[in-house]
């Protein structure tokens, strides 16, 4: 007659099997590409950046956009200055284009539009939507501010979360206020331009 | 005490053994393991490079821009100095990264390639620093003898 | 001697376990490689260079011959070769890229 009774050596070895299975079946799926989004974060942050210190915008008058209009309009951002006889000035931002940058920003519909052109909401190709925040500050770490008011410090509000950041250096075509550096107690302009610092932040 | 009768946890312990022994052979393979953070972080030092030489590359400033640097570099017992407005607006923009620099010049002098370091950005770099140059269109014939362009190289590093 | 076949289930649950570990390794690893290949390339294209060439090229001083000599020089000690003409026709070329535009500036 046998006694339907668990052997305690089949609930230990048992047990530890299973402890190790749950553990590796919760360490794998963080491992691989489709779940680390970080991966995506860091080119994403690039691409932004570089788009919008190194493309003056589509299309050509685009930084006259209005708030009313951004919705039905087609553009996309880029803030490097045009000259019509040297071409694009890499690195070079208009102080107009910013200004106009950070009030599509300031504006709910707005901001889902430049999301939408600057190709990180991917949600109708069945991908993720990317927040974004972009600050221009100086080389001293403040916020850049032309006529008193900051010039650019908007996007989405910056999480605690995983957070990836790409900086550039820039100089913008009009003198802002305090884009002057402290030398040896003298206020000096870096190689005579106003020089400042673009921080491209992105996380999911 | 028995002793008999523990084949269950041999085999349990023994299969746990398995598994983990295969997922640690498989994640020590360079096939699964995540791109290196590190290479973002050169990407993004070699970035601001670039960036700072074409912004101190200012046609128009005169003792600051790096033109105005080669021009109006000098030069002596093998040393050769920037002049102080450059030194100090390239440091300012170091310290403000915050990294590390070294610059030299390689320019050619009508024979040979000859390279020089600014005496004020002469540090050493650490084994994982980033290099860009730009190739500015001046020349010295007191310090750069022949050189009609100079070839500006940026080390960074943090 | 009785040979005691009881509990190799244990064991059969982690081979299995261990087979389906390798074979979605084998497959998710494809995605692993495409990330690392791809953010490669922005160390790899040599935007900054081109475009210092363009520059070069737009201004008929810095475009004389004996200019170009010496960049073509300085190039070639960095391992790259690069030609350009005035107005805005550049030449590049290093161990993974080829680039050759009559109008550098499109």
Request: proline share 3%.
């Amino acid at each position: 007659m046998e006694d339907g009774k668990l052997s305690l050596d089949l609930l230990m070895g048992l047990s530890i099997f299973l402890f190790t299975f749950i553990f590796v079946a919760n360490f794998l799926p963080g491992v691989f590409a489709d779940v680390r989004n970080e991966i995506n974060l860091a080119n994403q942050a690039y691409r932004i950046s570089t788009l919008l210190v190194e493309d003056p915008g589509y299309s050509s008058g685009w930084y006259n956009i209005t708030e009313d209009r951004c919705r039905t309009e087609e553009f996309r951002p880029g803030l490097a200055v045009y000259d019509l006889e040297t071409g694009v000035k890499y690195n070079n931002l208009s102080v107009e284009k910013i200004q106009t940058f950070a009030r599509l920003l300031n504006n709910t519909t707005c901001i889902e539009r430049v999301r939408f052109y600057l190709g990180l909401n991917l949600s109708t190709l069945g991908g993720q939507v990317f927040r974004f925040n972009v600050s221009l500050k100086n080389l001293a770490g403040d916020l850049v501010t032309y006529n008193r008011s900051v010039l650019l410090n908007h996007g989405d509000k910056i999480p605690v979360t995983q957070v990836v950041r790409f900086e550039r250096i820039v100089y913008l075509d009009k003198w802002a206020d305090n884009c002057n550096v402290t030398i040896e107690g003298q206020n000096v302009a870096i190689a005579d331009r106003c020089v400042a610092k673009l921080e491209v932040s992105v996380w999911i | 005490m028995d002793l008999k009768g523990q084949t269950f946890t041999l085999e349990g312990v023994a299969a746990s053994l398995l598994i983990l022994i295969a997922t640690y052979t498989i994640f020590q393979s360079t096939v699964v393991m995540s791109p290196s953070w590190s290479e973002f972080n050169n990407i993004q030092l070699k970035q601001l490079g670039y960036d700072i030489l074409r912004v101190i590359d200012n046609p128009e400033a005169v003792n600051s821009s790096l033109r105005g640097m080669i021009g109006n570099l000098s030069c002596g017992d093998g040393n050769y100095y920037a002049p102080a407005e450059f030194s100090q607006n390239l440091s300012a923009l170091l310290n403000a990264l915050p990294a590390y620099g070294r610059v030299e010049l390689i320019w050619f002098n009508g024979s040979s390639i000859e390279t020089a370091v600014l005496f004020n950005f002469s540090k050493n770099p650490t084994p994982n620093a980033v290099r860009v140059s730009r190739l500015v269109a001046a020349s010295n014939d007191n310090c750069l003898p022949n050189a009609k362009i100079v070839e500006v190289r940026l080390t960074l590093w943090r | 001697m009785e040979v005691n076949e009881k509990g190799q289930m244990i064991l059969l649950f982690a081979a299995a376990v261990v087979v389906i570990i390798l074979s979605i390794s084998y497959v998710y690893a494809q995605n692993v490689i495409a990330g690392i290949e791809s953010s490669r390339t922005m160390l790899a294209f040599p935007k900054e260079e081109i475009r210092n060439l363009c520059e070069l090229a737009s201004s008929s001083s810095t475009s004389t011959d004996e200019v170009v000599r010496q960049v073509r020089i300085l190039c070639a000690k960095n391992g790259w070769v690069c030609n350009y003409n005035y107005p805005y026709r550049v030449e590049f070329k290093n161990l993974e890229v080829e680039y050759d535009a009559q109008d550098c500036r499109r």
